[in-house]
């Protein structure tokens, strides 16, 4: 029970109870959906969005093959985040909340014992970080996902709030520092896919609205023809 005194003196503990104590209050319904959103919903929510950006908006980019491989580095970048978490996790070893703190809600235990830092904040950060090199849209929606999903791990009692920062703080960097490498490697793929007759994975076919004009139909040339012969 001291570590419960000794709690209000440490702001990242106090701040986990405050974001936990809302569990305790809340329906179980309500904590059954934040259980859903922060293990699965979220990642899933994150991973629909980078498909839309890449479908939607990089492909219709005007150097499509840049900004697909973008889209593409920022899944990579988050698989990369995830690996560099494993040292930096068996480093730094720090124990989930629950394991040193009484009284905490716990909805979701952890799949591991260690909380520095959080997988799910990793992922959803680097994911945010480079779709907001394609696009500020998308990654600005992806940013929110990713302060809702930490948001909710602090919430289900798996992480402290810096566990959270934590998390941020690797997936952006990863998506950054290993950036100008990535891209530039994802870019030649990409441009060389788009020579291929895969190309619809890098550029969207043009429409007959947006795309360059198509030729006239002989029909269509031969009235052309006969109107100037005419005048």
Known sequence: MAEVA???????????RSINDLAKQAPRGVDKAVEFAGEYGLIILTALLAGWCWWRVA?????????????????????????????VRALVRRPRPYVDHDGLDVLVP??????????????TAAVA?????????AGAIALVIALAEGFTQVYLGAHYPTDVVGGFALGA????????????LLTALTTAVAR????????????PYGGPPRAASPHHRHSADDKDLAA
């Open 129 to 137: 970080v480079g779709l907001f090199m394609v696009s500020r849209k």
């Open 196 to 207: 291929t007759r895969a190309s619809f994975l890098v550029r969207a076919r043009p429409t």
């Open 110 to 123: 952890g799949h591991h014992p260690m909380s520095f830092v959080s997988d799910h904040v990793t992922l």
């Open 6 to 16: 000794n709690d209000s003196a440490n702001p990242d503990i106090t701040l986990l």
């Open 59 to 87: 492909r219709r980019s005007s150097d499509a093959p840049a900004a697909v491989a973008g889209v593409l580095w920022s899944c990579l970048a988050a698989g990369t985040a995830l690996l560099l978490n494993f040292p």
């Open 173 to 184: 960097a990863t998506a950054l520092l290993l950036a100008p490498i990535a891209l530039a």
